[in-house]
Structure formats: C-alpha cells, structure tokens
C-alpha cells in the first residue's frame, strides 16, 4: 500500500505562483510514476504532469513552460512548481502515485487552487 498525501494549495493572484507538494508513504519502493492531476467544477480530472522513477517527465500542453514537475528521491516527495499562473488553471489538483502493488494508482485527497483575477 502507498499513501499520498499533498499540500501547499491556496489562493493566488494571476500571474502569480504555487508551489504544490506531494509526499508518499508506505511501499514507495513499488511506485513507477508520480503525477499531477487537476479538477474543475464540472470537468473531468486531467494529467497536468508527471514524472518517472527514472526522471523522464511529461506536461499537458495548457502548462508547459509555466509548470515544472520534479522529486527529490530522499524524501519520497514529487513537487509541482506553478508560475504565471491563469484563471483558468483553478481547480482541485490531486497526486496519484502509480504503483505495481494493488489496487496501482493511489490518490491523494487533492488540494485547492484558486486564481483570482
């Protein structure tokens, strides 16, 4: 079993920045990938990014050169460091961790980002 948990949301004017956490716990060993994932009132919840055990990473278009995913191994922790950020990019963001262990794709309970205008 691997636990996630995420903090560092909150408010913040447009073009400013956040910096999101997610720590893992549990079997972290058995973790493949660590990604972001945002949702929007009435939306479905989509990859914003997404880094491997092996540091390859991957970005939805909507953020690329804004965001930038990155882990710091020793501490099981994935961070996603947002700038420039848009009204647009407000929304629940949640952590999965994805893992070889059952049931594979552990969630976070997601933390809240709001962008004022």
């Known amino acids: 079993q691997v636990q996630v948990v995420e903090s560092g949301g909150g408010l913040v004017q447009a073009g400013g920045s956040l910096r999101l956490s997610c720590a893992a716990s549990g079997s972290t060993f058995s973790i493949n990938a660590m990604g972001w994932y945002r949702q929007a009132p009435g939306t479905q919840r989509d990859l914003v990014a997404r880094i491997t055990r092996g540091g390859s990473t991957n970005y939805a278009d909507s953020v690329k050169g804004r965001f930038t995913i990155s882990r710091d191994n020793a501490k099981n922790t994935v961070y996603l460091q947002m700038n420039s950020l848009k009204a647009e990019d407000a929304a629940v963001y949640y952590c999965?961790?994805?893992?070889?262990?059952?049931?594979?794709?552990?969630w976070g309970q997601g933390t809240q980002v709001t962008v004022s205008s």
């Open positions: 999965k961790a994805d893992s070889y262990l059952r049931p594979y794709n552990y």
